[in-house]
């Protein structure tokens, strides 16, 4: 099986959903075994910010990268569109410093990948697989991996709210069902903390647009939920652009219970540092 790059460019424009400006990302294609690379323009010349576990500078309602000189903040959807739809190679131009909000899902960078398409490129494809089962735990968080020869997330969720209760969800993430299952699913949080975020400096571009809002009454979003249990398929959405930090494709069986960006990362670096926890396969 060949790596794929796209075979042509788009760009997104919005609102940037912590720092609430104006930002932008185009992508475009790149050569093979470039990977997802991140390209910010700055005073002292051009950053190519790539993926990988130690990359992740904050994890704060979103996952951030940075160089030690820039960043590039609320990554999370857009490596999980690629991811999603087997783009191995890609180049994205961020203007603003964080990535647009866009409908707190991933839907418009599916849609842009699904325009533009995408190409082979003369290099096999590989990836890390789980080699044995290998679990990281902190009070009710938890993530268990085993060996599988797929990328399959069955993922819980619980709060004491009864808009959401406790959902779980399990998929095999492919490019089908991750954009007709997974990628439309909006991030999501509650009335009570906006002032607190906003306060923080944080959310200051969350709107209705782009965050399904949860009152003391139930979703406040006039539209409603997309899907019934949209609130923990947005958490496999989170967990599998996360996973993508890894910076290569990750095949293996997760089952996740109540976890997070930051609980996501720590797995991960735990992972990828475990002698033998991973295998390099070629995915022929």
Not at 215 to 238: S, T
Request: glycine residues 12%; negative net charge.
């Amino acid at each position: 099986m060949p790596q794929k790059t796209l075979a042509g460019s788009f760009e997104l424009k919005g609102i940037s959903l912590h720092s609430g400006k104006q930002v932008s990302m185009a992508f475009g294609p790149a050569p093979a075994g470039t990977g997802i690379v991140f390209i910010v323009d700055a005073p002292d010349g051009l950053h190519r910010l790539c993926p990988r576990p130690d990359a992740v500078g904050a994890t704060e309602l979103a996952t951030t990268i940075s160089d030690g000189t820039q960043s590039v903040s609320t990554i999370e959807h857009v490596l999980a569109g690629l991811r999603g739809m087997d783009v191995d190679n890609a180049a994205i131009r961020v203007e603003g410093g964080e990535v647009p909000i866009l409908d707190g899902s991933a839907k418009l960078v599916v849609q842009g990948l699904l325009g533009c398409g995408s190409v082979a490129q003369d290099a096999p494809r590989s990836a890390s697989r789980v080699a044995r089962p290998f679990s990281h735990a902190e009070g009710a968080k938890r993530i268990d991996a085993e060996p599988f020869d797929g990328f399959r997330v069955d993922y819980t969720i619980r709060f004491d709210h009864p808009a959401i209760g406790t959902q779980r969800f399990c998929i095999d993430v492919e490019p089908g069902a991750f954009a007709g299952e997974i990628a439309c699913a909006r991030t999501f949080g509650f009335l009570k903390d906006v002032e607190y975020l906003r306060s923080h400096g944080l959310a200051r571009g969350g709107s209705l647009e782009s965050v399904v809002v949860v009152g003391d009454e139930g979703v406040v979003n006039p539209g409603g939920l997309r899907y019934p249990d949209e609130f923990v398929r947005h958490k496999i959405l989170d967990f599998i652009g996360d996973m993508a930090m890894l910076g290569r494709p990750l095949l293996g069986s997760f089952r996740v219970e109540c976890s997070g960006h930051a609980f996501n990362n720590a797995f991960l670096r735990r992972l990828a540092a475990e002698p033998g926890a991973l295998e390099a396969v070629s995915l022929g």
